[in-house]
């Protein structure tokens, strides 16, 4: 994108305000809290989320998570999120990630809740707060999101901001370990956001 020519790819990206919510860049001084926060969460996030490598929530593995961030974003591939309540407590994340340009427009969004926010309303916020940025900064004309078949709390988050279900993927991707068969949704920029 062309205003990152001047300015570094992390300091170009708005911090986006929701419900109750905003949500900015990851930063290392959220190291504590996002290493607290997903560790105390691992048996609440594994079932839904790739292996975790041994090291996951290290020191170390996050500086390299920071490092592959900017580089995606200087790239354009993506932009990732930490979700925090108003009063500055990190609660998840939410990513913008295979950004297709092209005749294509589109992109995948995947995000995460710590289990002691889950369930409150803070990513059906920030998923609300994501939206107008993917549609009118980033020029995108589809946002996909897919989910396991069994996750009520994800099926719910979507059909709650307007996604569409559009499909069955088998053996969509790796979670947990397996091959996992996936729904496949979908929102669009003239679609009315619920």
């Given amino acids: 994108m062309a205003f990152f020519r001047t300015l570094s ?5 708005p911090t986006l305000s929701g419900q109750g919510v905003f949500l900015r860049v990851p930063q290392m001084i ?20 790739p292996t975790w490598p041994h090291d996951d929530v290290s020191r ?17 591939q993506a932009y990732p999120f930490f979700v925090f309540r108003e009063d500055g407590q990190l609660v998840g994340g939410v990513t913008v990630s295979q950004i297709r340009r092209g005749v294509s427009q589109t992109c995948s969004i995947g995000y995460w809740m710590g289990q002691r926010h889950a369930g409150k309303g803070h990513m059906t916020a920030a998923v609300r707060a994501l939206t107008p940025f993917v ?4 020029k995108l ?13 994800s099926i719910r988050l979507l059909e709650r ?13 790796c979670i ?18 619920g």
């Fill in 161 to 173: 901001t307007g996604f569409k279900r559009e499909g069955y993927a088998r053996e969509y991707l």
């Fill in 141 to 153: 004309r589809r946002i996909e999101a897919a989910c396991l078949p069994r996750n009520a709390a």
């Fill in 176 to 193: 947990a370990g397996l091959w996992q068969d996936h729904l496949l949704y979908a929102l669009l920029r003239g679609d009315a956001v």
């Fill in 60 to 76: 170390l593995a996050y500086r390299k998570r920071l490092k592959r961030y900017v580089r995606e974003l200087e790239l354009d």
């Fill in 9 to 13: 790819a992390v300091e170009a990206v």
């Fill in 135 to 138: 549609f009118e900064s980033l």
């Fill in 30 to 49: 959220d190291y504590p809290a996002w290493a607290t926060l997903r560790d105390e969460s691992r048996a609440f996030l594994q079932p839904w989320e």
